[in-house]
């Protein structure tokens, strides 16, 4: 399958979603939205698929948000303007959902509609060169879908001074602001983000499917109901998935277990 906006590539288990109007600054158009929509259907339903990578073309933007012939559309008709960032917030909400890791590898500048994809991943690796914020404040606007998600993952301190500043972090400082697990040169970005996933999908994927599951679902949960989920979710992975006991079984009899086996 084809897409207007963007490149979809698959190898190693690992899909890669290139966002590829660098002319444009990779900005959110309608066309953007529809091509995400349907490679996110598309790989949710991929069981070959193990991580995916959503990235930005050149040297100078992951994404900055709404395109500016979309946003004169939005200004001029608010019911427009709230389908749009509605079906935004639907698209994180999709990326959120997938049941594998997914990772920003963030290129260049990234704001507004491009921090918000960011944040809807489980993990973002920054390169240094990059900029990477949120800053709709700086232009009066209120944020459509980043509150909630970056007070979750930073606190309510940092999210505070990040939304309302509506600054840049570069590099490390988005690494110890806890929006980024890791920053890297920008020539090594898609290196590090590549060699980063593989350390994480030699494992079976229902595996890392179930442990996000317990991740996502139990953040809203009290202490005792999130330990009722995990412990349920353990029984049912254990009594419907065979990784556990081949694992166990490949451990006792000093040997690798079938899924780190080369066929």
Same mark, same amino acid.
């Given at each position: 399958?084809?897409?207007?906006?963007?490149?979809?590539?698959?190898?190693?288990?690992?899909?890669?979603?290139?966002?590829?109007? !660098?002319?444009?600054?990779?900005?959110?158009?309608?066309?953007?939205?529809?091509?995400?929509?349907?490679?996110?259907?598309?790989?949710?339903?991929?069981?070959?698929?193990?991580?995916?990578?959503?990235?930005?073309?050149?040297?100078?933007?992951?994404?900055?948000?709404?395109?500016?012939?979309?946003?004169?559309?939005?200004?001029?008709?608010?019911?427009?303007?709230?389908?749009?960032?509605?079906?935004?917030?639907?698209?994180?909400?999709?990326?959120?959902?997938? !049941?594998?890791?997914?990772?920003?590898?963030?290129?260049?500048?990234?704001?507004?509609?491009?921090?918000?994809?960011?944040?809807?991943?489980?993990?973002?690796?920054?390169?240094?060169? &990059?900029?990477?914020?949120?800053?709709?404040?700086?232009?009066?606007?209120?944020?459509?879908?980043?509150?909630?998600?970056?007070?979750?993952?930073?606190?309510?301190?940092?999210?505070?001074?990040?939304?309302?500043?509506?600054?840049?972090?570069?590099?490390?400082?988005?690494?110890?602001?806890?929006?980024?697990?890791?920053?890297?040169?920008?020539?090594?970005?898609?290196?590090?983000?590549?060699?980063?996933?593989?350390?994480?999908?030699?494992? !079976?994927?229902?595996?890392?499917?179930?442990?996000?599951?317990?991740?996502?679902?139990?953040?809203?949960?009290?202490?005792?109901?999130?330990?009722?989920?995990?412990?349920?979710?353990?029984?049912?992975?254990?009594?419907?998935?065979?990784?556990?006991?081949?694992?166990?079984? &490949?451990?006792?009899?000093?040997?690798?277990?079938?899924?780190?086996?080369? !066929?």
């Amino acid at each position: 399958m084809t897409y207007a906006s963007l490149r979809y590539e698959k190898a190693d288990g690992i899909g890669v979603i290139t966002f590829a109007t !660098p002319e444009r600054l990779n900005a959110i158009s309608a066309q953007r939205l529809d091509d995400l929509e349907a490679v996110l259907g598309e790989a949710d339903g991929d069981d070959s698929l193990r991580a995916l990578i959503l990235t930005g073309e050149g040297d100078r933007a992951f994404c900055v948000g709404l395109d500016l012939d979309l946003l004169d559309l939005a200004f001029a008709d608010l019911d427009y303007f709230m389908a749009t960032v509605t079906r935004v917030s639907r698209v994180i909400a999709r990326l959120e959902q997938l !049941p594998i890791p997914t990772l920003a590898a963030i290129n260049g500048v990234t704001r507004a509609g491009g921090f918000e994809f960011a944040l809807g991943c489980d993990f973002v690796i920054v390169a240094n060169e &990059a900029d990477f914020g949120d800053a709709h404040t700086d232009s009066g606007v209120l944020p459509a879908a980043v509150t909630t998600r970056l007070k979750r993952k930073i606190g309510d301190q940092k999210a505070k001074a990040l939304i309302w500043s509506a600054r840049y972090l570069r590099g490390q400082e988005a690494v110890d602001y806890g929006l980024a697990i890791r920053a890297v040169p920008r020539a090594e970005l898609m290196v590090q983000s590549k060699a980063f996933l593989m350390t994480l999908i030699d494992k !079976p994927r229902a595996v890392l499917s179930a442990s996000k599951s317990v991740l996502q679902q139990g953040a809203d949960l009290t202490l005792d109901d999130a330990v009722k989920l995990e412990l349920s979710t353990f029984e049912r992975y254990m009594r419907d998935e065979p990784y556990g006991r081949e694992g166990y079984t &490949a451990f006792r009899e000093k040997r690798l277990p079938s899924w780190k086996v080369a !066929p």
